[in-house]
């Protein structure tokens, strides 16, 4: 089929308005807000209905043409920059919140629902009820977030996001429709067990198994105030044990530790920013009152949150990089990484050195998953967009902090193709065959965002 004849087929199923090849549309799905190179797209499509999604997988897989789905596309890595050209399948027009569940508390939306709009949903209808989000900008999609194991303010206590997914519908290569989780036999989309967890195949897969067009995601309670208790820590030796102290108090709800030269108040220290919430002041004043004994016992600083920095941090979703020190490009990437908590201090004092060695202030946060089960550590690396050469730098940190998370036994998070391919080389030989098989099976003719994973 010639490009004119699969855009005519793309117009057919999605509408005129909603496919195209124009170089000026393209060009802004060939590349994403981080420092990977821009490469060629050459359709867009934005699908409406599962059975559009269906029609256009099946000519992509007689035609063999690659196709990415997209949610946000703000993974800052690279994930939604074709690799080997195709259709960039742009998600956003499937944006029906289709139930709240408010006993079970779920949510099942169609996968462009972003987490701007299931917060004034949930605002607005179901008061007492709150998402996972990241704290990422609001045009993101829930599905993106959660099908790479995003994390957010929920995640200390209740794992990352991938976690809190039920279930899923999904488009596989062949066009055919597939339910994971309790969906495949119940009208409740609200477990993925007792059955052997086939949720798994799709998360952190970057696309390469099908196409999400459906996710069920947990919701949970929503206590009416949350205040921020900031601790500071000079010796950085000391935050596993400290972290694993304030864990076993059951306190606090979002636990993180950043390091960054901006504001001023954060230079020259690890600063534990930790939240806590209650349905009453008094449970704020008394949870505030423990966590104060607990750093002092544990050789942190209680520090009194700087009055012009408040709403800033306790705005949800959180985006203090407001409050950090951009330079003029604004550009910013960073590898997130899956972290035992004993390698935090290693982490950010290795993450430091590769900062300074390129000329980048440092910048990192450490968020605690699932009761200190695992941390998600990220080192961000800002640069000028406008200049190649401190693009460059960037782009050279980024590898330097892959290589020293996987020597440290971390494992990077959403990577980008460099990271991917760390990763592989790593990759037990067995795990290896596995994948390369059921990828086979499931995509026999390597259609879904290949070039990812790509063993
Ligand atoms: C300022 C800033 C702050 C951030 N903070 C956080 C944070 O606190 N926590 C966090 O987790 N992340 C954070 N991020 C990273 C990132 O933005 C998020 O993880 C985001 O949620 C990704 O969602 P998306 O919709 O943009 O996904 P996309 O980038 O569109 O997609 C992500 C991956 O999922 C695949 N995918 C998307 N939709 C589908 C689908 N329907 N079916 C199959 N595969 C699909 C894509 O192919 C891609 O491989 C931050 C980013 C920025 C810019």
């Known amino acids: 089929?010639?490009?004119?004849?699969?855009?005519?087929?793309?117009?057919?199923?999605?509408?005129?308005?909603?496919?195209?090849?124009?170089?000026?549309?393209?060009?802004?799905?060939s590349q994403d807000p981080g420092v990977s190179?821009?490469?060629?797209?050459?359709?867009?499509?934005?699908?409406?209905?599962?059975?559009?999604?269906?029609?256009?997988?099946?000519?992509?897989?007689?035609?063999?043409?690659?196709?990415?789905?997209?949610g946000g596309g703000m993974t800052l890595s690279g994930l939604v920059i074709p690799v080997k050209g195709g259709i960039v399948l742009d998600m956003k027009r499937m944006d029906k919140i289709i139930e709240i569940n408010e006993t079970s508390r779920y949510a099942l939306v169609e996968a462009g629902v972003t987490s701007g709009q299931i917060i004034s949903y949930l605002n607005e209808k179901y008061p007492d009820l709150r998402a996972p989000f990241p704290d990422a900008p609001p045009s993101?999609?829930?599905?993106?977030?959660?099908?790479?194991?995003?994390?957010?303010?929920l995640s200390q206590k209740y794992g990352d996001h991938g976690a809190m997914i039920n279930g899923l519908e999904v488009v596989l290569a062949n066009g055919e429709v597939l339910k994971v989780g309790s969906c495949a036999m119940s009208k409740y989309w609200f477990t993925r067990g007792p059955i052997p967890d086939l949720v798994g195949l799709?998360?952190?897969?970057?696309?390469?198994?099908?196409?999400?067009?459906?996710?069920?995601?947990?919701?949970?309670?929503?206590?009416?105030?949350?205040?921020?208790?900031?601790?500071?820590?000079?010796?950085?030796?000391?935050?596993?044990?400290?972290?694993?102290?304030?864990?076993?108090t059951d306190i606090p709800e979002d636990l993180m530790v950043a390091l960054a030269e901006k504001p001023d108040f954060m230079k020259g220290y690890a600063i534990l920013m930790l939240y806590i919430n209650g349905d009453t002041q008094e449970e704020l004043a008394s949870k505030t009152k423990i966590l104060k004994k607990m750093y002092r016992k544990n050789k942190a600083t209680f520090m009194k949150m700087p009055p012009k920095y408040y709403d800033i941090f306790l705005e949800q979703p959180q985006f203090a990089a407001k409050a950090a020190d951009f330079r003029k490009g604004?550009?910013?990437?960073?590898?997130?990484?899956?972290?035992?908590?004993?390698?935090?201090?290693?982490?950010?004092?290795?993450?430091?050195?590769?900062s300074l060695k390129y000329g980048i202030v440092p910048t990192q946060v450490s968020r605690i998953i699932g009761r200190g089960h695992a941390v998600m550590f990220a080192a961000s690396y800002s640069f000028n967009r406008a200049d190649p050469e401190d693009m460059e730098k960037a782009r050279k940190a980024l590898?330097?902090?892959?290589?020293?998370?996987?020597?440290?036994?971390?494992?990077?998070w959403k990577a980008e193709l460099g990271g991917q391919k760390l990763m592989i080389e790593k990759m037990d030989p067995n795990y290896k065959m596995l994948l390369k098989t059921i990828r086979n099976i499931v995509d026999p003719n390597g259609i879904m965002n290949p070039g990812n994973w790509e063993v």
């Open 202 to 248: 799709f998360t952190s897969a970057f696309g390469t198994m099908g196409i999400v067009t459906k996710l069920s995601i947990k919701l949970f309670p929503k206590p009416k105030f949350r205040d921020i208790v900031i601790g500071l820590i000079k010796d950085l030796d000391t935050i596993p044990e400290l972290v694993l102290n304030l864990t076993k």
């Open 140 to 153: 993101i999609t829930l599905a993106g977030n959660a099908l790479i194991h995003g994390s957010g303010y």
């Open 399 to 412: 590898h330097e902090t892959n290589e020293m998370v996987l020597n440290l036994g971390g494992l990077p």
């Open 1 to 29: 089929m010639s490009n004119v004849e699969v855009l005519s087929k793309l117009e057919e199923i999605v509408g005129k308005d909603f496919a195209s090849n124009s170089p000026e549309e393209l060009f802004i799905y």
């Open 330 to 354: 604004g550009g910013f990437e960073y590898v997130g990484s899956f972290m035992p908590l004993e390698k935090i201090p290693e982490a950010i004092e290795i993450a430091r050195d590769i």
């Open 37 to 70: 190179h821009p490469r060629p797209v050459d359709f867009v499509a934005m699908p409406e209905t599962v059975e559009e999604v269906q029609q256009i997988v099946r000519i992509a897989n007689e035609e063999k043409i690659p196709i990415i789905p997209m």
